[in-house]
């Protein structure tokens, strides 16, 4: 995946192909397989280094810790330090690469919406910045057009320490 600040995209290395695996309460399964540890919510509640393909919507991150391009994304729980938050994703209909300007408009114009729906209207006044994450060349070659939007602390500094949902 690749990532960018604000509206450039970061890249997620992988395939398109997704192995479906059975959900297992060993955290030490999910470790190997590049799954975070999540409760019965779905909430993460332990800081790994994951696969990007496992990220989810409303997924806490350290976004300063992630390069430019990557395969693995460091996450946290919601309730901790953290620099960043999915909040949203949609699957891009541009015709180019994965870097380029047309993604980099098609991301402003459809993940404010999501931001606005997640966070709630008045998010600018959080201290954060939009950005997203976006499959890199190899994934975007095989299919894989899905483009992860992401809330990031305007400093990226690790100071937010709840989810922003409904904090806008």
């Known amino acids: 995946m690749n990532r960018q600040f604000p509206w450039k ?6 395939s398109a192909l997704t192995l479906a695996v ?5 955290s030490a399964i999910n470790n190997a397989l590049g799954r975070p540890n999540r409760d019965s919510n779905g909430e993460i509640t332990a800081a790994a280094s994951v696969a990007a393909t496992s990220v989810k919507v409303g997924d806490c991150l350290m976004w300063a810790e992630m390069s430019d391009s990557f395969t693995d994304v460091p996450v946290r ?10 909040i949203g994703e949609f699957e891009s209909t541009s015709a180019s690469s994965p870097i380029g ?3 980099e408009n098609e991301a402003a114009a459809k993940c404010v919406p999501l931001i606005e729906s997640f966070v709630g209207a008045s998010w600018q006044s959080l201290g954060v910045d939009p950005s997203y994450t976006s499959p890199d060349s ?17 400093d990226e500094q690790p100071t937010l320490t ?5 904090k806008g």
Request: charge should be negative.
């Open 9 to 14: 995209p970061l890249l997620v290395g992988g």
């Open 162 to 166: 709840e989810s922003l949902k409904g």
């Open 22 to 26: 059975v959900l297992t309460s060993c």
């Open 101 to 103: 300007t047309e993604l």
């Open 138 to 154: 190899v994934s975007w070659a095989h299919g894989d057009r899905t483009v992860q939007c992401v809330l990031v602390t305007s």
């Open 77 to 86: 729980p919601c309730t901790g330090p953290h620099d960043a938050q999915v």
